[in-house]
């Protein structure tokens, strides 16, 4: 599990990234918000899976028509992704001595 770590954050964000990409945003299904769950009829994150599925799709309008936040967050996750891609690799090559690196933050 150690030599997994490191990556665990990336493969989660990719893995959500990549689902939300090939989810059909036109449909309706179950909610995960848990205020919808609780019977609150606000949810913050309502909407959010579908923008970031019209954003794959290149459909901005429609995405930020469905959370304001979509667009936004597809930005960050993959500059996240980006971030800990090239600190692996760097820490990668500065460490090419044949040693494990158990060093890595993450950070």
């Known amino acids: 599990m150690n030599s997994f770590k490191p990556h665990l954050e990336w493969v989660v964000f990719t ?3 990549l689902l939300l990409a090939l989810m059909d945003p036109a449909t309706t299904g ?3 918000c848990l ?4 019977g609150v009829s ?16 290149g459909d901005l309008s429609s995405a930020f028509q469905a ?3 979509g667009p936004v ?25 044949g040693k ?6 993450g950070n």
């Open 35 to 38: 205020f919808d769950l609780a």
């Open 73 to 97: 967050a597809v930005f960050i996750l993959t500059f996240r992704i980006l971030h800990i891609w090239k600190k692996l690799i760097t820490n990668k090559r500065t460490h090419s001595d």
């Open 42 to 57: 606000f949810c913050p994150g309502e909407g959010l899976g579908h923008s970031v599925a019209y954003t794959f799709r």
């Open 100 to 105: 494990i690196n158990r060093s890595f933050t």
């Open 67 to 69: 959370h304001l936040a």
């Open 30 to 32: 179950t909610s995960f």
């Open 15 to 17: 893995t959500g990234l």
